[in-house]
């Protein structure tokens, strides 16, 4: 995941990590790998440091996060400050460190979490949300060159000044994301965050839970200490109410195939059919509740002529479909 081989053999003994807490130790990661002395060997300790632990990718992600957000903040905006006085037991000019101590680590941790976890971080007025109609699809293009497809009836929030981040609070995306190991993309569910790896990944949100399934690169969710990595071809399924992540295969090529109108599906209920089917055509369409938990493994292709669609539904899902102003439904 962190394939980067690099290191700094600047800066003093008492800054190895593990000698404070993990956000200590993310701060001064982030400060070290910014200076223009982090060489391969610097960055070889961080791989290993970020490997050891998932908590500790997160803080670093925390870190990353809230310093672009207060850069982005103070961009434009000059402080001055005078040099102090050095005392007689200060070091040499020149041989300064870039810190003052534990001290300082600790107030840094202080402010950047503060900052982070405040709901208002992601509450900006950069913050932007876009919704889409049941039946409508839109694609919004990201400065990184990232791509996120909408299906319809979703609902999606992100920041145009911090555009790793996105919180899915409805329906379903395609996220097609240009990696940066420095800055991972973070989409909010709701139900944990999802982690990029380089990818293209498709999520789902409904009344029933969470999906994702990963058609290329990797993804690691992580609904709170325990994190798990999706590869290619492997989907987790997470029931509303609940915490048990399923995880199971997917052929890689259906991941996203709502955007060329084919809706794959591997003993799903009929319920949530139902539920995509209105999303993709903008008409409502219900099941009966009889019918509701029945179950359904295969691929239906999406005809916008509605009449001929729910006829061969009537065949390949063994209902009856009927139709009404309220748009269609499927019984017995």
Known sequence: MWKSTRRNVNGPKELMMGTGSITDDAIAWHVRLQGPAADGALWAEFTAWMEADSAHADAYDAVAMADEHLSDELAGTET????????????????????????????????????????????????ETITTLPGETREIALAD????????????????????????????????IKHDSARPFVVDTGDGTLRDVGTIFNVRQSADGLEVAVSEGSVQYQPGSDAVTLTPGKQLRVRRGTKKVLVSAVDPATVGGWQQGRLSYRDAPLATIAVDLSR??????TISPDLAGRRFSGVIRVDRDEARLFRQLESLLGVRARHSA?????TR
């Open 145 to 176: 060159g990232s791509k996120i497809a909408l299906n319809g009836g979703t609902t999606i929030a992100f920041d145009r000044k911090a555009e790793r981040f996105a919180r899915l609070e409805s329906g379903e995306a395609i996220f097609t």
């Open 326 to 330: 309220k748009g269609w439904q499927l």
């Open 280 to 285: 993709s055509l903008g008409t409502s369409v």
């Open 80 to 127: 001055v400050i005078e040099p102090l006085s050095p005392a007689s037991n200060d070091n040499e000019p020149g041989a300064l460190p870039w810190y003052r101590g534990r001290a300082f680590l600790a107030i840094a941790a202080s402010l950047v979490l503060a900052l982070f976890l405040s709901p208002a971080f992601f509450r900006s007025p950069g913050m």
